[in-house]
C-alpha cells in the first residue's frame, strides 16, 4: 500500500463550483503536511501548508484530521486558472531520527470548465 | 531572480552512455534534492543532500549518483542508463531539510534508447 493516497480524478467541474479533495496517509508518525499544485508540463509549487487547526488562504481551505489519517483541500468558487493537479505531500521523520522524507502523492488532476 | 537552473531541459541518449544533468540553485539553500516523476507513480525522491559533502539516498536511488561538492550545485550522474531511467526529473532546494516550500527547477525529460 502507497504510503500516501490520493485520488487521481479526474475532478471535472464548472466555474464557480467548490471541489473538495482528500489525501490519506499511512504512517501515523508523519509530522507535516502539504498541499503542492503542478501546471502541465511544469515544476510545482506549494500552494499551502496544512496545520493541525486547519487554515484558509482565499478561496482555499486546507484541513488535518490526524485521527483518520487524511488531509483535505476545499477549493471554492472554482476558476478557470485552478485547473491543475494537486500533489499532496506529508513529511515524516527518517530512520536516522533527523531526516525528513518527503512523500508524495501521485496528484488528483482538477478541470474547471466555463 | 530566485531560481532552481536544470540543464538540459531535454535529453534523447541511449543506453550505457553516461550523463550528467546539472542542477545550481541562488538562494544560498542547504538542502537540494532529486525527484523522478513517471505517471501513476508521482513524484518520488531518488537523492538528497542536507549541505555540502553531506548526501544520502532516497527512495529510488539505484542506478544513480550524486556529488554536493558546492553549495549551489547537485549534479545528477547516471552512470550507464538505462530505459527504466527514462523519466521526467526534478531538481529541488529549500533553505532546509525541515523549510518550505521546496523551490523546484524547470524539469528534465530524459529518453533511454
Known amino acids: 500500500r502507497k504510503e500516501v493516497e490520493q485520488d487521481p480524478g479526474p475532478f471535472n467541474v464548472p466555474e464557480g463550483a467548490t471541489v473538495a479533495f482528500n489525501c490519506t496517509y499511512s504512517n501515523s508518525a508523519s509530522q507535516s503536511f502539504f498541499w503542492y499544485r503542478q501546471d502541465c508540463r511544469k515544476e510545482p509549487k506549494l500552494l499551502m501548508s496544512v496545520y493541525s487547526s486547519g487554515n484558509e488562504d482565499g478561496r482555499f481551505t486546507a484541513q488535518l484530521n490526524r485521527a483518520s489519517q487524511y488531509i483535505s483541500l476545499l477549493i471554492r468558487d472554482s476558476k478557470l486558472s485552478d485547473s491543475a493537479t494537486y500533489l499532496c505531500?506529508?513529511?515524516?521523520?527518517?530512520?536516522?531520527?533527523?531526516?525528513?522524507?518527503?512523500?508524495f502523492g501521485r496528484g488528483t488532476s482538477l478541470i474547471v470548465h466555463p | 531572480e530566485a531560481q532552481v537552473t536544470q540543464n538540459p531541459r531535454y535529453l534523447i541518449t541511449v543506453t550505457g552512455k553516461k550523463l550528467t544533468v546539472t542542477c545550481s540553485q541562488n538562494m544560498n539553500h542547504e538542502y537540494m534534492s532529486w525527484y523522478r516523476q513517471d505517471p501513476g507513480l508521482g513524484l518520488r525522491q531518488i537523492y538528497y543532500s542536507m549541505n555540502v559533502e553531506v548526501t544520502d539516498k532516497g527512495d529510488v536511488p539505484e542506478g544513480y549518483k550524486v556529488s554536493r561538492k558546492e553549495k549551489r550545485n547537485f549534479p545528477l550522474i547516471l552512470e550507464s542508463p538505462s530505459p527504466n531511467q527514462t523519466s521526467l526529473y526534478f531538481c529541488a532546494s529549500s533553505l532546509s531539510q525541515s523549510a518550505q516550500p521546496q523551490h523546484f527547477g524547470d524539469g528534465t525529460r530524459l529518453s533511454i534508447l
Open positions: 505531500v506529508v513529511r515524516t521523520s527518517g530512520l536516522s531520527g533527523g531526516s525528513y522524507i518527503p512523500t
